[in-house]
């Protein structure tokens, strides 16, 4: 059965700190891994990752990928209270019917 | 934004009561989705649209069921609502990302059944 997990579940941190949230995956036919920002609304895209090594970024985050070992890391440096947010990953299988499978997410608060 | 809208915003209703959330999108997307979003659940897949009368299950379906007329609306529909299906809905398409597709989400709906 296909699954992703994300690790850690929550995570309290300060400003200024960098962190590092984790998702691995079991999908057949892996087509892409998608991050995404969800704060008290719907979640927004941050990044899309389909080829191993090359980072992704944007501002002070940014993603990689690792196709072999079968999971992806998203960093954030020098957080700020903006940050806080769930952090969600989903991975497309390819099918032929792209669908996105998710994980239950990140919860991060960065403390002032 | 990639144009997708999602009515009601928000809702109660009875048990045991039909209730029809409505999807719109303006961008004529081939795949639509609907979610469920619950705690310690994440996002989970209802049913997705890969086109006009073309629908297919997610991971849990089961109380649900959906309609696509029209390119632009994907409807789901409680057929006689349950409290477990208190939750809110996120619908989504599949778009043309920056160089390749990606899914965006509209704004989501609230459902809370009594």
């Known amino acids: 059965e296909d699954k992703v997990v994300q690790s850690p579940l929550s995570l309290v941190v300060h400003e200024g700190d960098t962190v590092t949230l984790n998702c691995s995956y079991e999908v057949t036919n892996f087509r892409s891994l998608l991050w995404y920002k969800q704060e008290k609304k719907a979640p927004t895209f941050l990044f899309m990752l389909t080829s191993s090594g090359i980072e992704k970024k944007s501002g002070r985050l940014s993603s990689i990928l690792d196709k072999k070992e079968l999971f992806s890391i998203l960093n954030i440096t020098a957080t700020q209270t903006g940050d806080s947010a769930i952090y969600l990953c989903a991975v497309e299988g390819a099918s032929g019917t792209y669908k996105y499978i998710f994980g239950t997410g990140t919860r991060l608060k960065v403390l002032a | 934004d990639a144009g997708i809208t999602q009515s009601p915003r928000h809702k109660v209703t009875e048990t045991g009561t039909p209730v029809t959330l409505r999807c719109h999108q303006t961008?004529?997307?081939?795949?639509m989705y609907w979610y469920r979003q619950d705690p310690g659940h994440g996002l989970r897949l209802i049913h997705y649209s890969y086109g006009v009368k073309d629908t297919d299950k997610g991971e849990v379906s089961d109380g649900y069921s959906v309609s696509r007329s029209k390119t632009e609306d994907f409807l789901l529909t409680l057929e006689s609502a349950t409290s477990s299906q208190t939750s809110v809905y996120f619908c989504?398409?599949?778009?043309?990302?920056?160089?390749?597709?990606?899914?965006?989400f509209g704004p989501g709906t609230r459902l809370t059944v009594l």
């Open positions: 989504a398409i599949r778009g043309q990302g920056l160089s390749t597709d990606t899914q965006y």
């Open positions: 961008e004529n997307h081939r795949y």
